[in-house]
């Protein structure tokens, strides 16, 4: 298995000023809270990271800084999602260029592909990509197609660079077993989604790792260790923090619930989230908020960062 390409990697959000336009130095602290909060590898620009809102130089802009400001200290992933082959293999030969060491995408998005085309499509990712390795984003709608585990594998046989998955469809857990349960294939690993909501089942089908938002990195970074070092009762126990949290980051959408607890936790000013999605927690829900990290401060703070 690739060295680094383990534990916790985290999604960044997309920080913009309060007039909605792109804050890079808000940035730079995400990064700079992502890694000192633990976690294993950087994720950007994807669908927390508000990626279908940015413009192509903006998501170039995203990608280099990220790169730059995380300075090697762990992994980044650069995401390179596109309605098109083409706009695909534009985004991946880019992130090659800015020193990003993987890319991700989920398949083409807005009009659907058909089989044929899904593969040349991250064929071309693969080839623009210079040799960069591919996570294969497994998500249901609307910006996902849903792979059945057959499909991956394929992909992963096919294409040399294809050797990671991004699991988050609905039948998550059945498909990393499906994927993993077949020997000498071309998955080198597979991590989960949704905010690690399945991390327990997922970790006991053998993912490599874990995709969630960044906003309480170091929480999934405990829950993680614990896993690690096989001791269920604390992941467990940890586990029971996460999953309210993650429910609540569904319920009021990912972006805006990632950045109000950013805020909370002194990392960034400005909440905005651009249209379509510029969703915003009431005060009974910021409330709610504040009760499940302080619930949660023991393995927050740990990072030197308040839980809230």
Same mark, same amino acid.
């Given at each position: 298995? %690739?060295?680094?390409?383990?534990?916790?990697?985290s999604?960044?959000?997309?920080?913009?000023?309060?007039?909605?336009?792109?804050?890079?130095?808000?940035?730079?602290?995400?990064?700079?809270?992502?890694v000192v909060?633990?976690a294993?590898?950087l994720?950007t #620009?994807?669908v927390?990271?508000?990626?279908f809102t940015? *413009?192509?130089?903006e998501r170039?802009?995203v990608?280099e800084?990220?790169v730059?400001?995380?300075?090697?200290r762990?992994p980044? @992933?650069?995401?390179?999602?596109?309605?098109?082959?083409?706009?695909?293999? @534009?985004?991946a030969?880019?992130?090659?260029?800015a020193g990003?060491?993987?890319?991700?995408a989920?398949p083409?998005?807005?009009?659907?592909?058909?089989?044929t085309? %899904?593969?040349?499509y991250?064929?071309a990712i693969?080839?623009a990509?210079?040799g960069?390795?591919?996570? @294969?984003?497994?998500?249901?709608?609307?910006? $996902?197609? #849903?792979?059945?585990?057959g499909?991956l594998?394929?992909?992963?046989d096919? +294409?040399e660079?294809v050797?990671w998955?991004?699991e988050?469809?609905?039948l998550?857990?059945q498909t990393?077993?499906?994927v993993l349960?077949?020997?000498?294939?071309?998955?080198?690993g +597979?991590?989960?989604?949704?905010?690690?909501?399945?991390a327990?089942?997922?970790?006991?089908r053998? +993912?490599? $790792?874990?995709?969630?938002?960044?906003?309480?990195?170091?929480?999934?970074v405990a829950l993680w260790?614990?896993?690690? *070092?096989g001791?269920?009762?604390?992941?467990?126990?940890?586990y029971r923090?996460?999953l309210?949290?993650v429910?609540m980051?569904?319920?009021y959408? $990912?972006?805006?619930?990632c950045k109000?607890v950013?805020r909370m936790?002194?990392v960034?000013?400005s909440t905005?989230v651009?249209?379509?999605?510029?969703?915003?927690?009431?005060?009974l829900?910021?409330?709610?908020?504040?009760?499940?990290l302080n619930?949660?401060?023991?393995?927050?703070t740990?990072s030197?960062?308040p839980?809230?």
């Amino acid at each position: 298995m %690739t060295p680094g390409f383990r534990g916790v990697y985290s999604v960044l959000v997309t920080p913009f000023t309060e007039t909605g336009h792109l804050d890079l130095a808000a940035l730079e602290r995400v990064v700079d809270f992502s890694v000192v909060a633990g976690a294993h590898g950087l994720v950007t #620009p994807v669908v927390v990271s508000e990626f279908f809102t940015l *413009s192509d130089a903006e998501r170039r802009a995203v990608v280099e800084t990220a790169v730059a400001a995380t300075a090697g200290r762990v992994p980044v @992933v650069a995401g390179v999602s596109a309605p098109s082959i083409h706009g695909a293999a @534009v985004f991946a030969e880019h992130a090659a260029d800015a020193g990003a060491d993987a890319v991700i995408a989920v398949p083409p998005y807005v009009k659907r592909a058909t089989w044929t085309e %899904t593969v040349g499509y991250f064929e071309a990712i693969a080839d623009a990509g210079g040799g960069l390795p591919v996570f @294969v984003q497994n998500a249901d709608g609307p910006s $996902g197609t #849903p792979l059945s585990p057959g499909q991956l594998l394929e992909l992963a046989d096919r +294409i040399e660079a294809v050797s990671w998955i991004k699991e988050e469809s609905s039948l998550s857990s059945q498909t990393i077993s499906a994927v993993l349960s077949r020997p000498g294939t071309g998955v080198l690993g +597979i991590m989960g989604g949704k905010g690690a909501r399945y991390a327990l089942d997922e970790y006991q089908r053998g +993912i490599c $790792g874990t995709m969630p938002g960044c906003e309480f990195t170091d929480l999934h970074v405990a829950l993680w260790d614990a896993l690690e *070092s096989g001791d269920h009762d604390r992941a467990g126990r940890i586990y029971r923090l996460v999953l309210p949290l993650v429910e609540m980051e569904d319920q009021y959408g $990912g972006a805006a619930f990632c950045k109000e607890v950013l805020r909370m936790r002194g990392v960034l000013t400005s909440t905005f989230v651009r249209e379509p999605g510029s969703l915003s927690l009431d005060r009974l829900a910021v409330d709610l908020l504040a009760r499940h990290l302080n619930a949660a401060e023991e393995p927050l703070t740990r990072s030197g960062y308040p839980s809230h």
